[in-house]
Structure formats: structure tokens, C-alpha cells
């Protein structure tokens, strides 16, 4: 079987299509891909049996939190060990530490234990998203990767359909620690091909760990997300505790900053950021993470609530978006890949952006699906246009030594960006709900929303017909203000596209000037028996 590695100049390309060893090696990474993305919302539907086996329901938000900090925290991690140790090595362990996480979470006794494996999980969930997308920039150059952009598109359209629908099947009918067990196979399975046909080069390098900077990055990050985790739920945005952790992650993120500019090996070298295209498509990126992380949380309530979808309809309903974002993608991507030409995308998204949730701020009570269908399809449209993008250019704008780093910062920014948007929309999505509960049904309506101003079908269904009614218009009043902030964000995106300069992708070719450590890599084939 064909073996897939790094090559320097000289090294003969293949014609025509793929060598099957590099589709094995895209397949296994398209899997990784996939076991990152699905987690979450296969575990989110499991929850309500989760807490019924376990008990616990007053921790029941650690569950996720725990996943999404650990993710967060690593992820920068992560790519700087690969740039220095090896991509493949690094990215294995990765994905070994994200299936033992699995295990152990599938056999937890107790909520605690469940927390704690969920943070091992997201330990090792925070290298698979970025050795992904590291080391497609190591073995595929920038000019020919915007043709896979559709597969990774694709990898994310079925996690967000598919996620809710398998995560259901599973705890109905193999319980509720298979929705953590059905990674196993899969890791495996991208384990196995990994392992067997990708070679890149081995790294060994004498610096050392820069720890202080790595403990700064983590106390900043962590404190971030736990206040757009807290912030209007567990405690009010005003609150003392929500002050600290403010003052904490900005004193923690200052001194992180000041100490990469003395560090030897800094986790993230600052330099990168001296690229405006770099530094731009972070900017973008983190505003595709709140604005679609935002409107992929509030859509299927709407449907539910107002248009009277059911659960597993609201995920179907979302097609509309993930099938014009699919599209949209391959169709960037084939068109970044034989012209070389990418800046039009970022312009063209950002403007979609704006325009497809304006309109879906529009939406009220008597908005029928197909007019929705319509407005979602144009912020999948604008989606399709931004999310690999973004990641191409952030790429492309480095050196090879830099990849990793380059990877993870982008992942993290729209990580950061989902946290932020899921925050501060959902914030504004309640106090809307509940000021208009008020206003139809007075004392009566503020109460209902007491606890929460999201309702499930089964709590809607027993409130009276006008109640019921009132809760509806609540809802579009809610979805209408984050849609509209999102808006505004976009608009963001859209002015920063305007400046991005477009920088030649670099080729298949021999080694161009500034390649860092080595030549220009590209996949090349080498036959073994």
C-alpha cells in the first residue's frame, strides 16, 4: 500500500486523480473531523437520561462546560507540541487521550465522575480539530487545498443534522453511554489509517516548554468562557464573581502577552500576527463562530416554539442553511483552486452575512417555513464563503514552522467567538422573551419564564392557549434581537474583508522565499510493497 509523507523539491507528483493512500489518510482525518464536531450535540440530546441514571440535574451544565474548557484551554497547546515535536506523533495522542476521555465517561458512576472524564474528553478534543487542519497544510499545498473544502464542509453540515438524530437513536435504543462509546470504533478506525500511511517528517528540537506562558493562556481562556458560560445564568452580569473572573482573564491574558515577547519558544509567537491577512481572517473567524454558533442555537427554537416543528423536524428544517454553506464552500474552493484568486469570498460572505440575518431578524409568529428556508439559505450562502477561508489564508499568511500555531490560533478564535455569540445573544434572547411575557401576560407570563426563558415542546404543549401564544411572540421578539445583533457583528466581518490583500497561494512547486524550515511541502507518493 501507498504511503503518504511530507516531500522536499524534486519529489515527483501524481497526475490526475488522488493516490488511494492519500484518500485513506483524508477519510481518517475526515473522521477525527467528525468525532470533535458530533461530541457535543450527540451528548446534548442524551442529558435529560443521563441526569435521570445519574442524578445530579444541579451540575448538569459542568457536564458540557467542563468539555468546552478543556477544549478551549488546550487547543493552542496542541498545535504549538505539533510544531515542535511532530505533527503525527502529537496529533495521535490526541486523539488516544479524546477516546480514553470517551471510555471513562462512558463507564462514569456519578456526575463528578462524569465532569472529570468530560474534561480529559475535551483535553484531547482540543488537538483534533487542528492536527486536522495542520496537517492538510503540511501535505497539501495552499493553492490546491481549497478543493477539499467542500469535504470538510460537508464533515460539518452532517455533524450538525446528523448529531441530534444519532444522538437520540443511540440513548433510545442502546442507552446512554454508547453516545460516548461510538467514538471508540471511529478513533480507532482514524488511528489505524493514520498510524499506517501518513508519514511526516520527525521534529526534535531542545527548546523547552514555555509553561508560565501556557499556564497565562489557560487562566485567561478559562476565565473567559466560565463568563460567557455564568454571565446572565448562573450569575447576574453584574454579579461579584462575574467581575473577578473578568479581572482575572484580563490580567491573565495581558501578562501572557507580555511574556511571549520574552519567551524562548513562545506557545503564540506574536509574530504571526504582523501579517495583516493573518490577523484579519482571526478577526473573521471569530465572528463566523458567533454568528453561526448563535444562529444554529436559536433557529431550532424558533421552529419549535413559533412555527410548531418538532425536535427532530427543527434539525431538517436547518438544510436549507448547511446545504447553501455545502455548496457554497465547494464551490469556493474549486474556484480558489484554478484561479488562486480568494479575496472576492471574504467580501461576498461577509455581505451575505449581514443582509441573510437581517432578514432573519424579520421573522414573527406568521413567517411560514419556506420564507425561513429562504432567509437561512442566504446566511448558509455567507457561511459557505467564510468558514475554510478563513482557515486557508490564516495558513497561507505563515511559515511551515508556524502551521500549527497558525491552526490553532484561527480554531480558537472562533471558539472563542461561538463561546462569546451563545453568550451574548442568548443573553439578549432572554431578556426579550421575558420583557414581552410580561407585557401580554403580565406577573402570570414573567413567571412561567421564571427559570427559564427557553421552554421545551412538552412545557409548551401544557401551557393554556393563551399563554401559549403570548410565549410565541416572545420568542420572535427574542430571536429578533439576537438575529439583528448578529447582524451588526457581520458587519464587522465584512469591513475587515474589505482589507485583506490578496497574497499569491503558494503552489505545488519548488520551495518559494520566506518557506521557513525547509521547502514548500506537497504530497508526493511513494510506492512500497
Known amino acids: ?182 467514538n471508540l470504533p471511529l478513533g480507532v478506525v482514524a488511528l489505524a489509517a493514520i498510524s499506517a500511511v501518513l508519514h511526516l517528517p520527525k521534529k526534535r528540537t531542545q527548546a523547552r516548554i514555555d509553561y508560565l506562558g501556557a499556564a497565562l493562556l489557560t487562566v485567561g481562556i478559562t476565565a473567559i468562557v466560565l463568563v460567557t458560560t455564568w454571565g446572565g445564568t448562573e450569575y447576574a452580569w453584574t454579579s461579584t464573581m462575574i467581575m473577578e473572573l473578568i479581572g482575572i482573564g484580563v490580567a491573565a491574558l495581558v501578562g501572557f502577552v507580555f511574556w511571549q515577547t520574552k519567551a524562548a519558544e513562545p506557545v503564540v509567537p506574536l509574530h504571526i500576527f504582523r501579517s495583516r491577512n493573518f490577523t484579519l481572517m482571526s478577526l473573521i473567524g471569530f465572528i463566523t463562530g458567533f454568528v453561526m454558533f448563535g444562529a444554529t442555537l436559536f433557529l431550532p427554537l424558533y421552529q419549535q416554539s413559533v412555527q410548531k416543528a418538532s425536535a427532530t423536524n427543527s434539525g431538517l428544517l436547518l438544510l436549507p442553511m448547511l446545504g447553501a454553506m455545502l455548496v457554497t464552500s465547494m464551490v469556493a474552493g474549486r474556484v480558489t483552486t484554478n484561479t488562486g484568486r480568494y479575496k472576492a469570498f471574504p467580501i461576498v460572505g461577509g455581505a451575505l452575512m449581514v443582509v441573510g440575518l437581517y432578514l432573519m431578524s424579520l421573522m414573527d409568529t406568521g413567517t411560514s417555513r419556506f420564507t425561513s428556508g429562504v432567509y437561512m439559505a442566504v446566511v448558509g450562502l455567507g457561511m459557505g464563503c467564510l468558514m475554510q477561508i478563513t482557515m486557508l489564508v490564516a495558513q497561507n499568511s505563515v511559515e511551515m514552522k508556524d502551521m500549527g500555531v497558525a491552526s490553532s490560533s484561527t480554531t480558537l478564535f472562533r471558539t472563542l467567538g461561538s463561546s462569546f455569540g451563545v453568550a451574548i445573544m442568548g443573553a439578549l434572547f432572554n431578556s426579550r422573551v421575558q420583557e414581552v411575557m410580561s407585557e401580554r401576560s403580565g406577573a402570570l407570563g414573567a413567571k412561567v419564564t421564571e427559570q427559564s426563558a427557553q421552554l421545551d415542546a412538552a412545557s409548551l404543549e401544557k401551557l393554556p392557549e393563551a399563554l401559549a401564544g403570548a410565549y410565541r411572540h416572545a420568542v420572535s421578539a427574542g430571536t429578533h434581537g439576537a438575529f439583528l445583533l448578529g447582524a451588526g457583528v457581520a458587519v464587522l466581518a465584512l469591513v475587515a474583508a474589505l482589507f485583506v490583500k490578496e497574497v499569491p497561494l503558494k503552489g505545488a512547486g519548488p520551495k518559494e522565499d520566506g518557506a521557513g524550515d525547509g521547502a514548500a511541502v506537497k504530497a508526493a507518493v511513494v510506492e512500497a510493497v
Open 1 to 182: 500500500m501507498a504511503d503518504i509523507q511530507a516531500a522536499g523539491p524534486g519529489a515527483e507528483e501524481p497526475a490526475g486523480q488522488q493516490p488511494r493512500s492519500m484518500r485513506v489518510v483524508l477519510l481518517a482525518l475526515m473522521i477525527t473531523m467528525m468525532l470533535a464536531m458530533l461530541d457535543n450535540m450527540i451528548v446534548g440530546t442524551a442529558m435529560p437520561t443521563i441526569v435521570g441514571d445519574l442524578g445530579g440535574l444541579e451540575h448538569l451544565s459542568w457536564v458540557v462546560t467542563a468539555y468546552t474548557l478543556a477544549t478551549a484551554a488546550s487547543t493552542p497547546l496542541w498545535g504549538k507540541f505539533g510544531d515542535m515535536y511532530g505533527r503525527k506523533g502529537v496529533f495521535m495522542s490526541s486523539i488516544v487521550l479524546f477516546l480514553i476521555g470517551s471510555a471513562l465517561s462512558g463507564m462514569s458512576q456519578d456526575m463528578g465522575q462524569l465532569i472529570a472524564f468530560r474534561a480529559v474528553q475535551g483535553l484531547g478534543a482540543g488537538g483534533l480539530m487542528v492536527g486536522v487542519m495542520a496537517i492538510i497544510g503540511d501535505l497539501i499545498p495552499p493553492r490546491e487545498r481549497g478543493k477539499y473544502q467542500g469535504m470538510m464542509a460537508g464533515v460539518m453540515a452532517l455533524a450538525m443534522i446528523g448529531g441530534p438524530l444519532v444522538g437520540g437513536t443511540i440513548t433510545d435504543n442502546w442507552g446512554w453511554r454508547w453516545s460516548f462509546y461510538i
